[in-house]
């Protein structure tokens, strides 16, 4: 049996170009597709986007919100950024349209949590390069005493140089909520971990520049009533984008398809 999507997307970057090519991979028919983009990655992005049309049975590229929302997709998948997801996915959620995002830093913007949440669409937080949520929401129901994550990533996945001088470079330590709002474009697991277990001013990170690091790793341990426990994954890059590990896109497909099973979509 094969899935029909429903879909809409908020931006054609790396890491929906890599949820399309997984969701297309999988068999799935993508039966009715919009794309929100701005002008500059219209042009960017053109030869992907005819490829993207190409497998679709219907398919329409805008640079208009209200097109989006008349289409009425079933599912948008959110791939762009902290301000696209605070401005244009609260927006989608308040006409009713369900959203899946990977930008979750957004959620520590003031109020953006209560618009995202409040409905009557749904905000369904994508695990993007991360892990063991469940485990870490179970574990919250019994009382966590503590929660940590830390990510390590070579320089140039932090747009730094390495002079040579240090192996390794501690940017940032302090609460999830900083590190969402100070790194945007690199410190979203740390929202999503926060969203899951003790919340943005209480989860703690550490962000560090490794020249030895081959790949994204990403560390969340906690400390519970029920559990203690000590999660590693270490992701493979986005080729187009080092700043992202390449499972975030593979996430935002996996909830494509899920969601589609939720509205008895498979034929």
């Known amino acids: 049996m094969r899935a029909s999507l429903d879909i809409g997307i908020l931006g054609c970057g790396a890491m929906t170009g890599t949820a399309m090519r997984a969701l297309l991979a999988s068999g799935a028919r993508i039966g009715r597709c919009i794309v929100l983009v701005t002008p500059r990655s219209r042009a960017a992005r053109a030869a992907v986007l005819e490829e993207w049309r190409a497998r679709t049975a219907e398919f329409k590229v805008t640079e208009s919100l209200d097109d989006v929302i008349a289409w009425r997709p079933?599912?948008?998948?959110?791939?762009?950024?902290q301000t696209a997801l605070a401005a244009l996915g609260s927006t989608l959620i308040e006409r009713g349209i369900d959203v899946a995002a990977t930008s979750i830093g957004a959620l520590a913007m003031p109020d953006v949590q209560a618009r995202l949440e409040n409905g009557p669409g749904r905000f369904l937080a994508a695990p993007g390069a991360i892990g063991g949520l469940d485990?870490?929401?179970?574990?919250?129901?019994?009382?966590?005493?503590?929660?940590?994550?830390?990510?390590?990533k070579p320089f140039h996945a932090w747009g730094l140089e390495n002079d040579?001088?240090?192996?390794?470079?501690?940017?940032?330590?302090?609460?999830?909520?900083?590190?969402?709002?100070?790194?945007?474009?690199?410190?979203?697991?740390?929202a999503t971990i926060a969203l899951a277990g003790l919340g943005f001013d209480a989860t703690r990170v550490t962000l560090l520049a490794d020249a030895k690091a081959t790949g994204n790793t990403h560390e969340i341990v906690f400390t519970s009533a029920c559990v203690d426990a000590s999660l590693t994954l270490r992701g493979v890059p986005t080729p187009d984008n080092p700043k992202t590990s390449l499972t975030a896109g593979y996430s935002l497909a996996h909830m494509a398809l899920t969601h589609a099973s939720w509205r008895g979509k498979a034929e």
């Open 74 to 81: 079933e599912l948008v998948l959110e791939g762009a950024s």
């Open 135 to 152: 485990v870490l929401a179970a574990a919250k129901l019994s009382g966590l005493t503590s929660v940590t994550y830390t990510a390590r």
């Open 164 to 190: 040579g001088g240090n192996e390794r470079h501690v940017l940032f330590q302090g609460s999830a909520r900083d590190a969402a709002l100070r790194y945007p474009q690199n410190a979203n697991v740390a």
